[in-house]
């Protein structure tokens, strides 16, 4: 282990934990996963304001330890990571939602179905059953969204406009507030507000679990 980086032995034990389901730590490799003590998220939440104005609370930064438990959860199939991650979202949706403010409904931002297919969950709807919130399935994708990992800022608003429908079953939510795993650029989020908008819902803010400025996630 001495001759290797600590980024491939980090990505040799995140393979093994995701092979043996999460038995190490997905962030240091320590035999308690799927997450130890020591590597266990603190909530430090983060307020965007969106382009269009719409709000946005993000309960922590992605850094390395975030980026390990979040992709466990996208990526490696390891669902049981969402406990993990679950109190960054209530954390987010507090500081979203003051006390004595009107209720609104979580509506998942919407993922492709050839995702939902090739994975067998969606990582959202986990993060918020994780967190024992309810939330109403209220979108969905109509366009053929490509993956956004490689696309500049301006391609992903393209990219994702007018790719978002409200369900008819939806069209009565008064007032909701966007949930998402990740805000990158913003633009899946100002993207699916607009079309809830369109039905005439108010979208009162947004929230994710992680807020980046950076490219790199997958997400917008
Ligand atoms: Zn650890």
Redesign the pocket.
Known sequence: MAQRGRGAWREAVHQASAMVFGSQ??????V?GP??????PMPDVQHRSLPGGLPCFSGALWSDETASLMLALKQDGVTRIARELAPLLTAALDAAVPGGSAPAMLVPVPTRAAADRRRGYRPVEVLLRAAGLPFQRAMRVTSAVQDQRELTRAERVRNTQGAFAVRRTAENLGRVILVDDVVTTGATLVNSAQALQSAGITVAASITVLSTPKRHTGNA
Request: charge should be neutral; hydrophobic fraction near 45%.
């Open positions: 730590c997905v962030v240091c490799g320590a308690t997450v130890c003590a020591s590597c266990l």
